[in-house]
């Protein structure tokens, strides 16, 4: 969690960007102004970034645009990066990448969204993302993991596979040992993708549910209070119970709330408004935090 609130930073909170960690990639969402200054607080290089999705162009979700870009060049980090963003803001995309002298000089690749849909697949994982509903265009995005299969060792030990034999195996799908053919379905069970959802700046909508359908982790905005919903209605955001709906009616594990309105003193409000529809795990994120994904089902 490199920052947490919403329009304008605290004392505590710092603009938005979230950096998820994803075996050997780095997603950075919304580095808002001031977030390769949190990679530090964080004790994280922000050459780990390998991945940038923007949800839209207000500027606490994209003002540290520019200065990622940069810290990227100096810093030899994955360049050029590929960077998502919804494809209506391309001015402020393209005002954003040349914002400073230099800038011309590092390469990104552009990967404007025009739609919902996936819109990056490899071993790994997929990205996919759906339009979302504030005052400017804004989109979310869900990460998903392949299923697959892992291995159970007591049952390799007992047909003595072991050392390279596994990866012939794994690569192959099944293996001769003393005049038997062991499959890999005998030595292996299943193992189910997980999925991460990031849902901010958005009022209720379909998409989002959709989005955060059975994920693991659901990182999502609560910018107000019940009390506020009118103000919530009128802006495009979530309340912290909204949230809680979103989480309980999508299924998911772990609701993160963040994107915190300043104007309340009372934090933990968020979780228990959230905690009236949604009786899962509530995480109320703040500046700094690692949240890991829940153990895998």
Known sequence: MLGTASQSPTRQRNHNGYLLRWDGEGILFDPGEGTQRQFRFADVTAAATTRICISHFHGDHCLGLPGMIMRLALDQGHLPVPIHYPAAGEEYFQRLCL??????????IPHPVNGPGVIHV??????????????????????????????????????????????????????????????????????????????????????????????????????????????????????ARQAGRLAAEAGVRLLVLTHFSPRYGDEQAFADEAALEFAGEILLAADLDRIPMPPRS
């Not at 914002?99 to 590092?106: R, S, W």
């Not at 299923?147 to 794994?170: K, M, N, Q, S």
């Open 122 to 239: 490899d071993r790994e994982f997929s990205l996919r993302s759906a339009p979302l509903r504030h005052t400017v265009d804004a989109v979310g995005y869900r990460l998903d993991e392949p299923d697959g299969r892992h291995f159970v060792p007591e049952r390799l030990a007992a047909f003595g596979i072991e050392g390279p034999a596994v990866g012939h195996l794994r690569d192959h799908g099944s293996i001769v040992v003393d005049g038997r053919t062991v499959t890999l379905d005998e030595v292996t069970e299943p193992r189910f993708g997980q999925s991460f959802a990031y849902v901010l700046d958005t009022a209720w909508c379909d998409e989002a549910l959709d989005l955060a359908r059975g994920a693991d982790m659901l990182l999502c905005e609560s910018t107000f209070l019940s009390a506020d919903e009118h103000l919530a209605a009128k802006y495009g955001h979530l309340t």
């Open 99 to 108: 914002a400073t002298a230099g800038q011309e000089d590092v390469e990104v």
